[in-house]
T-cell receptor, first 116, second 111 residues
Framework: GAGVSQTPSNKVTEKGKYVELRCDPISGHTALYWYRQSLGQGPEFLIY????????DSGLPNDRFFAVRPEGSVSTLKIQRTERGDSAVYLC??????????????FGPGTRLTVL | DQQVKQNSPSLSVQEGRISILNCDYTNSMFDYFLWYKKYPAEGPTFLIS?????DKNEDGRFTVFLNKSAKHLSLHIVPSQPGDSAVYFCAASEGTDKLIFGTGTRLQVFP
């Protein structure tokens, strides 16, 4: 079946602008994760959804970052007033876990965000 | 503070030989460890995992070893193949689904 997809694959924006990054998880996966990977670093956890609700948003760096998953499937990561330091690859992953166990997270190809 | 560390940024190995990638962690509450492999322009792909109740897990050419007292794990690939050339990330979890990743080791397998 289809894997995790993310759109756009690349996004270039100007400092101060608003951006939305979309993630389509694997069909039927209840858990969805957002990570951010800066150059030379490993993926850094941002937020985790179980169904429609954010189960853990401890990784969101500040209140400019917000994510939603209104119907428990597609998720959108929203960044307000972008800063140059937000430039990174934003990775989305999904898993079939129902909570309590650690199921394999399947990653999408990422969205490369560049803030000029 | 980096809770998961991969101190070797790169490793070069001849085809057919063993590749050993290392990972150290500081959080004794981690109870699940994973290795992911990443090719350029793709997302990380799950490779192998190990629970803290075990000290070894094997899957084909890939074996992960866990030394809890040393807070160290390693990934062995034998025999190494050119297609194994990628960036390998070690990751750990503290009983939740939130993964903490290391900075990665770039493996190059040459003929």
């Amino acid at each position: 079946g289809a894997g995790v997809s993310q759109t756009p694959s690349n996004k270039v924006t100007e400092k101060g602008k608003y951006v939305e990054l979309r993630c389509d998880p694997i069909s039927g996966h209840t858990a969805l994760y957002w990570y951010r990977q800066s150059l030379g670093q490993g993926p850094e956890f941002l937020i985790y959804f179980q169904g429609t609700g954010a189960a853990d948003d401890s990784g969101l760096p500040n209140d400019r970052f917000f994510a939603v998953r209104p119907e428990g499937s597609v998720s959108t990561l929203k960044i307000q007033r972008t800063e140059r330091g937000d430039s990174a690859v934003y990775l989305c992953a999904s898993s079939s876990t129902s909570g309590g166990g650690l199921d394999t997270q399947y990653f999408g190809p990422g969205t490369r965000l560049t803030v000029l | 503070d980096q809770q998961v560390k991969q101190n070797s940024p790169s490793l070069s190995v001849q085809e057919g030989r063993i590749s050993i990638l290392n990972c150290d962690y500081t959080n004794s509450m981690f109870d699940y460890f994973l290795w992911y492999k990443k090719y350029p322009a793709e997302g990380p792909t799950f490779l192998i995992s190990i629970s803290s109740i075990k000290d070894k897990n094997e899957d084909g050419r890939f074996t992960v070893f866990l030394n809890k007292s040393a807070k160290h794990l390693s990934l062995h690939i034998v025999p190494s193949q050119p297609g194994d050339s990628a960036v390998y990330f070690c990751a750990a979890s503290e009983g939740t689904d939130k993964l903490i990743f290391g900075t990665g080791t770039r493996l190059q397998v040459f003929p």
